[in-house]
């Protein structure tokens, strides 16, 4: 290994990816069925087993490949490519947005609406059951 070479470290790309999934060291834990301190140990470890790496990055929804050429430096210069320089870019005070926020509010007040009316519809025929029990 070149001294400009970074050492491959598995459990601190498995806890990075974690993070950016979203997901606890406890959650980690319950799927793997460990404590969590055992993850905890594990994301400090510079290499884990073939197996317990497949089950990692099947629970992190990633190929235990993803994990193991993870790098830091790759995914902050693949986010940086979404600014297409225009003056809109991520950063700017005047976003692009690729959807009008108000159709993405519309459409979840649709979507609302429609779940609203299904349960009040099987509300309604609970209460018909219940009628036709009572009287009969």
């Given amino acids: 290994m070149s001294a400009t070479q970074k050492p491959n470290r598995i459990g601190?790309?498995?806890s990075r990816v974690r993070e950016l999934r979203g997901m606890k060291q406890e959650a980690l834990a319950i799927e793997l069925g460990m404590s969590q301190q055992a993850v905890s140990a594990m994301e400090k470890k510079d290499t884990i087993e073939s197996e317990l790496l497949a089950q990692v990055a099947e629970i992190l929804g990633v190929t235990p490949e993803a994990i193991e050429n993870?790098?830091?430096?790759?995914v902050i210069n693949y986010f940086n490519t979404f600014n297409d320089n225009s003056g809109a870019g991520a950063y700017s005070s005047n976003p692009a947005y690729t959807f009008n926020p108000l159709?993405?509010?519309i459409e979840a007040y649709e979507e609302n609406k429609k779940l609203y009316e299904r349960l009040l519809e099987a509300e309604k025929e609970k209460i018909a059951y219940l009628e036709k029990l009572l009287k009969g």
């Fill in 103 to 105: 159709d993405k509010l």
């Fill in 70 to 74: 993870f790098d830091e430096d790759n």
């Fill in 12 to 14: 601190p790309k498995i």
